[in-house]
Structures are given as C-alpha cells and as structure tokens.
T-cell receptor
Framework: AQRVTQPEKLLSVFKGAPVELKCNYSYSGSPELFWYVQYSRQRLQLLLRHISRESIKGFTADLNKGETSFHLKKPFAQEEDSAMYYCALNMNTGFQKLVFGTGTRLLVSP | DAGVTQSPTHLIKTRGQQVTLRCSPKSGHDTVSWYQQALGQGPQFIFQYYEEEERQRGNFPDRFSGHQFPNYSSELNVNALLLGDSALYLC??????????????FGEGSRLTVL
C-alpha cells in the first residue's frame, strides 16, 4: 500500500544550524512528491515539489528513488522556518490524490 | 481573491447526528478535494469532485458523501456521526487546464467535535 513516513514528530535546532526533515515513501509507480508547510495560524500551503527541482525559502528536496526518500534540507535554519512540515505523495497524477505523512514540527530557537 | 473558504469554522455535534460542511474553491479552480485530519495525523483523502461528480474516493465509509454545485462550490455530508469522526476537515481546490499547476490550495478547515 502507498505510504509516506516521517519518522520525526519534532525536530528542534538552533538558528543557523542545518536542517534535514526526513521523508520516506512506499509506492510501486512513478512517484510525484511534495512538501507542504503550515506556519502558525496559517493554512496548509505548498512549499515545493520534486518535479520543479527548485529551492524555495532556501529549502531543497531531492527525490532518491533507490532509497525511496524525499528529504527536505536547508543549510542554515531561520526562526521563521518554525512550522509543521508534511511530506505528501501523489498516487494519481491526473487527480492530485495526496497521501500525507504524519508531519514533523520544526522548531528553530534563537 | 479570498482563496479557499470553508464554513463553519467550528461545530459540535452529538453521536448519531448529521453534519454538512461547505467549501468555496479558489477563483478559477474547478476541482474540490476533501481531507480529514485527526489530531496528530496528516490529512487523509476523503474524495474529490470535478464537474459535479465524485471521481476519486479514499477509504471512507458511505456515511461520508458530498456534492459539487455548478459554481464549483462543494459540500461534505457525514451521517450517523461517531466519536471517531471528530477531526479537522480540510477542503482543497485545484484547477484544470492551463491553471493546473498540480498544487492544492487548502482552506483553513472546519473543526468538528462529536460528543
């Protein structure tokens, strides 16, 4: 069955430290993967998608099909990065039917 | 553009009752998806509506039903409420054709508490 695993519920780092939020997926087809973010008192919103291969707010994520991973990385964390991060897998590229992980709360301390 | 709007924001029901949640998609979007987010969990796909028809459904019982109107707005109905239905219900919209970037736009959700 399709599944997205985010092993860490909470990741706490100091400002300026590197960040890596882990995401592993289980899917037999060709995956389409996303990172969504929810800042305090805001709605869930797209951060980045693997097909774009872009850097958003300093974050990057590389799809590793061999390890079935899509880890989110940032070299220098900022306090404003504190938020809930969800990794999501699209099971049907025609219909945007997402399977979400349980989320990782990133807390960046000054 | 107000983005995706949902109503009501909070509601309390008792077991066995029925509830209707409403969603207006982002301007220009024609597809509405509903997700259930239990406490401490990620959103879970319920179903998706396009052209007033349900075209994808997640692993939810028939107590969960929906509707899409000609103006693309949507309703989620849950019958015979159970305690386990307590959750945040999220509506997400996306566009077809040229506006389809593959991104889902989420509303702020309707928090349902079943007592």
């Amino acid at each position: 069955a399709q599944r997205v695993t985010q092993p860490e519920k909470l990741l706490s780092v100091f400002k300026g430290a590197p960040v890596e939020l882990k995401c592993n997926y289980s899917y037999s087809g060709s995956p389409e993967l996303f990172w969504y973010v929810q800042y305090s008192r805001q709605r869930l919103q797209l951060l980045l998608r693997h097909i774009s291969r872009e850097s958003i707010k300093g974050f990057t994520a590389d799809l590793n099909k061999g390890e079935t991973s899509f880890h989110l990385k940032k070299p220098f964390a900022q306090e404003e990065d504190s938020a809930m991060y969800y990794c999501a897998l699209n099971m049907n590229t025609g219909f945007q039917k997402l399977v979400f992980g349980t989320g990782t709360r990133l807390l960046v301390s000054p | 553009d107000a983005g995706v709007t949902q109503s009501p924001t909070h509601l309390i029901k008792t077991r066995g009752q029925q509830v209707t949640l409403r969603c207006s998609p982002k301007s220009g979007h024609d597809t509405v998806s509903w997700y259930q987010q239990a406490l401490g969990q990620g959103p879970q796909f319920i179903f998706q509506y396009y052209e007033e028809e349900e075209r994808q459904r997640g692993n939810f019982p028939d107590r969960f039903s929906g509707h899409q109107f000609p103006n693309y707005s949507s309703e989620l109905n849950v019958n015979a409420l159970l305690l386990g239905d307590s959750a945040l219900y999220l509506c997400a919209s996306s566009g077809g054709g040229l506006v389809n970037t593959g991104e889902l736009f989420f509303g702020e959700g309707s928090r349902l508490t079943v007592l």
